[in-house]
């Protein structure tokens, strides 16, 4: 089946620029979407997530956009850290036959360099 | 505190044995999963579960079984059928999926290692 992907799988920024993961989702009927940032040997862990009656909300220091004409999704990273140096995946909730299951992307590799 | 438990985080088996990885929640989450996830990929479903005693195949279930006895409990064997069982697998637990619901909680992995 179909399932989330992502454009770039390596993006290297400097320390202090702003970051912009992208992700492109294929289900027309997927409608929760979650970013997830994965640290070396660990599991992934929540940043931020958007429901599709919205097309933008904002964290600390992170933005996630919605665009649902072109099933598109972003992640804005402000003012990127070395510690926000990770794989990021995003992530629907529609999985094989349109059953609700937590489907990932390849992932983007962030790396920040100081 | 609550979480999501996974034994042992690195574990090794030799080639024809059957292993076993733990998974443990106290989040009183009905819903379980196991991911496997390879070097440079995403993450792939093995198999999840929504309610106790119940549990589904997701995209690469051959070569692996899973038991939903107990909530808080969703242990993944890996068999010898499994050909290429070398990977990083992760457990999450989440509320019941529906429309615009919640995440998925994560363990921290079980890199599993054939000698």
């Known amino acids: 089946g179909e399932s989330v992907g992502l454009h770039l799988p390596t993006l290297s920024v400097q320390e202090g620029d702003n970051s912009i993961i992208n992700c492109a989702y294929s289900?027309?009927?997927?409608?929760?979407f979650i970013w997830y940032k994965q640290e070396s040997g660990k599991g992934p862990q929540f940043i931020i997530d958007?429901?599709?009656?919205?097309d933008k909300r904002q964290g600390q220091r992170v933005t996630v956009l919605l665009n649902k004409t072109v099933k598109h999704l972003s992640l804005q990273i402000a003012a990127t850290q070395p510690g926000d140096s990770a794989v990021y995946f995003c992530?629907?909730?529609?999985?094989?036959?349109?059953?609700?299951?937590?489907?990932f992307g390849r992932g983007t590799s962030l790396i920040v360099h100081p | 505190d609550g979480g999501i438990t996974q034994s042992p985080k690195y574990l090794f088996r030799k080639e024809g044995q059957n292993v076993t990885l733990s998974c443990e929640q106290n989040?009183?989450?009905?819903?379980m999963y196991w991911y496997r996830q390879d070097p440079g990929q995403g993450l792939r479903l093995i198999y999840y579960?929504?309610?106790?005693?119940?549990?589904q195949k997701g995209d690469i279930a051959e070569g692996y079984s899973v038991s939903r006895e107990k909530k808080e409990s969703f242990p993944l064997t890996v068999t010898s059928a499994q050909k290429n069982p070398t990977a990083f697998y992760l457990c999450a637990s989440s509320r019941p999926q529906g429309r615009g619901n919640t995440e998925a909680f994560f363990g921290q992995g079980t890199r599993l290692t054939v000698v």
């Open positions: 579960s929504q309610i106790v005693n119940d549990f």
């Open positions: 289900n027309s009927a997927s409608d929760y």
């Open positions: 989040l009183n989450h009905d819903a």
């Open positions: 958007i429901r599709s009656n919205m």
């Open positions: 992530a629907e909730n529609i999985g094989p036959g349109g059953s609700y299951i937590p489907t």
